[in-house]
């Protein structure tokens, strides 16, 4: 049975691509164990650097804004490692010549998509 391939916007806002299955022919998909043992000094930096500036999983989007240089310090540094690792199936010169906002774009939907997971993970299990 032919699949129908999702609809991807390439350019309307965090909103639009945060829920996309793939951005800028990356796709967005939850990490495996594998992939997020090799991202949690990545996903450990950015969550406390956003955390001591106050910036939750429900205010990310906006925080985006109000908070740039909390995000760049946070973010930026992760970039290369977490498209390395949660887009294993591009090459490093696909990656390298990825155009930097492509590149945000791509890695906060990543976070959100995985980040939610992991927080209901903890928000569900028992005390």
């Given at each position: 049975?032919?699949?129908?391939?999702k609809?991807?916007?390439?350019?309307?806002?965090?909103?639009?691509?945060?829920?996309?299955?793939?951005?800028h022919?990356?796709?967005?998909?939850?990490?495996n164990?594998?992939?997020?043992?090799?991202?949690?000094?990545?996903?450990?930096h950015?969550?406390?650097?956003?955390?001591?500036?106050?910036i939750?999983?429900?205010?990310?989007?906006?925080?985006?804004?109000?908070?740039?240089?909390?995000?760049?310090?946070?973010?930026?540094?992760?970039?290369?490692?977490?498209?390395k690792?949660s887009?294993?199936?591009?090459?490093?010169?696909e990656?390298?010549?990825?155009?930097?906002p492509?590149?945000?774009?791509?890695?906060?939907?990543l976070?959100?998509?995985?980040?939610?997971h992991?927080?209901?993970?903890?928000?569900?299990?028992?005390?």
């Amino acid at each position: 049975m032919p699949t129908k391939k999702k609809e991807v916007i390439e350019s309307e806002g965090i909103a639009a691509f945060i829920e996309q299955a793939e951005i800028h022919g990356f796709p967005i998909h939850e990490w495996n164990t594998q992939q997020f043992v090799a991202l949690y000094p990545e996903i450990k930096h950015i969550t406390s650097t956003f955390m001591d500036a106050g910036i939750t999983l429900e205010t990310i989007e906006s925080a985006i804004a109000s908070h740039m240089g909390t995000f760049g310090d946070a973010v930026i540094p992760c970039v290369p490692n977490i498209l390395k690792f949660s887009c294993p199936e591009k090459t490093q010169e696909e990656r390298d010549n990825l155009p930097f906002p492509a590149a945000i774009q791509i890695v906060v939907a990543l976070l959100k998509r995985n980040m939610d997971h992991v927080a209901d993970f903890f928000a569900q299990s028992p005390k």
